[in-house]
């Protein structure tokens, strides 16, 4: 693979090692690799918070990018390990539904279980197989190792609730899938959705238990103290309100149901 690219993104934080040491093996087996970060200022455990940020960072990458994600609070358990090829890139990580919006947006060619022994660290520790495996499969593809040398192939990966959208005769049920630090409330909904729904100048949702009708806004200035509907500059339907946390007024999180409706 010429001129590599590894990213991290991780739930590690700054202040330990963990993220040094796997580039340390990521180095040790693949020098001349190009290594960028994403973000290991996940919050800790949120799968949702990893998944949306790999995804919308990803796509802006070139192609064949290899993307190591490790979110995994069931790291040491049955979870497996997986590599999967997309259209665009290798995402590597755990299939615990942190690599499935990337996944489904670039595409699904192939997914393998990392299993390849000879592609690991020696020693595998029950606590960290983001050095141990993630790290050295990240390298070992980067250095030119086919996909299928990690093991088999496997047809099926973990697609987590905050990857589907419901339809329910005129509504979409979906759900917050993150809230960005100036407190916009990013749901799951893209612009398909909305033109889906026949919406042009406003937006009738349902965020928890609170009923909104909201402008649809091509920029967050156009109004200047209401709650508004923009999309992102990553194609989600976002609620926020102009220099204001949206999160905290609506008393938000991750997780939390949206329904979008016809009036």
Same mark, same amino acid.
């Given at each position: 693979?010429?001129?590599?690219?590894?990213?991290?993104?991780?739930?590690?934080?700054?202040?330990?090692?963990?993220?040094?040491?796997?580039?340390?093996?990521?180095?040790?087996?693949?020098?001349?690799?190009?290594?960028?970060?994403?973000?290991?200022?996940?919050?800790?455990?949120?799968?949702?918070?990893?998944?949306?940020?790999?995804?919308?960072?990803?796509?802006?990458?070139?192609?064949?990018?290899?993307?190591?994600?490790?979110?995994?609070?069931?790291?040491?358990?049955?979870?497996?390990?997986?590599?999967?090829?997309?259209?665009?890139?290798?995402?590597?990580?755990?299939?615990?539904?942190?690599?499935?919006?990337?996944?489904?947006?670039?595409?699904?060619?192939?997914?393998?279980?990392?299993?390849?022994?000879?592609?690991?660290?020696?020693?595998?520790?029950?606590?960290?197989?983001?050095?141990?495996?993630?790290?050295?499969?990240?390298?070992?593809?980067?250095?030119?190792?086919?996909?299928?040398?990690?093991?088999?192939?496997?047809?099926?990966?973990?697609?987590?609730?905050?990857?589907?959208?419901?339809?329910?005769?005129?509504?979409?049920?979906?759900?917050?899938?993150?809230?960005?630090?100036?407190?916009?409330?990013?749901?799951?909904?893209? %612009?398909? %959705?909305?033109?889906?729904?026949?919406?042009?100048?406003?937006?009738?949702?349902?965020?928890?238990?609170?009923?909104?009708?909201?402008?649809?806004?091509?920029?967050?200035? =156009?109004? =200047?103290?209401?709650?508004?509907?923009?999309?992102?500059?990553?194609?989600?339907?976002?609620?926020?309100?102009?220099?204001?946390?949206?999160? %905290?007024?609506?008393?938000?999180?991750?997780?939390?149901?949206?329904?979008?409706?016809?009036?």
């Amino acid at each position: 693979m010429s001129n590599p690219i590894i990213t991290l993104t991780t739930d590690f934080g700054l202040r330990d090692p963990y993220v040094a040491e796997m580039k340390a093996v990521i180095l040790s087996i693949s020098p001349d690799v190009k290594i960028v970060d994403i973000s290991h200022q996940i919050e800790k455990f949120n799968i949702s918070m990893g998944a949306y940020v790999l995804a919308v960072a990803s796509s802006y990458f070139p192609k064949g990018t290899i993307h190591a994600v490790v979110v995994d609070p069931g790291v040491g358990t049955k979870r497996e390990a997986v590599l999967i090829q997309t259209k665009q890139h290798y995402l590597i990580g755990p299939d615990n539904g942190v690599l499935a919006l990337t996944a489904e947006s670039q595409g699904i060619k192939h997914v393998y279980k990392i299993a390849n022994p000879r592609l690991m660290l020696p020693k595998i520790s029950h606590t960290f197989h983001g050095r141990d495996i993630f790290a050295p499969a990240a390298a070992h593809l980067a250095k030119g190792r086919p996909s299928s040398d990690f093991g088999p192939e496997i047809h099926r990966i973990v697609t987590p609730k905050f990857a589907k959208i419901t339809k329910k005769k005129n509504m979409l049920i979906g759900e917050v899938v993150h809230i960005d630090g100036f407190g916009n409330i990013v749901t799951n909904f893209t %612009e398909k %959705e909305i033109k889906s729904m026949g919406i042009k100048a406003t937006v009738n949702l349902k965020l928890g238990n609170i009923k909104l009708k909201l402008r649809l806004c091509k920029a967050y200035a =156009e109004i =200047e103290t209401q709650p508004l509907a923009i999309i992102g500059s990553h194609n989600f339907l976002e609620i926020s309100i102009n220099q204001r946390n949206a999160a %905290e007024e609506f008393k938000t999180k991750a997780g939390d149901k949206v329904t979008l409706y016809r009036s």
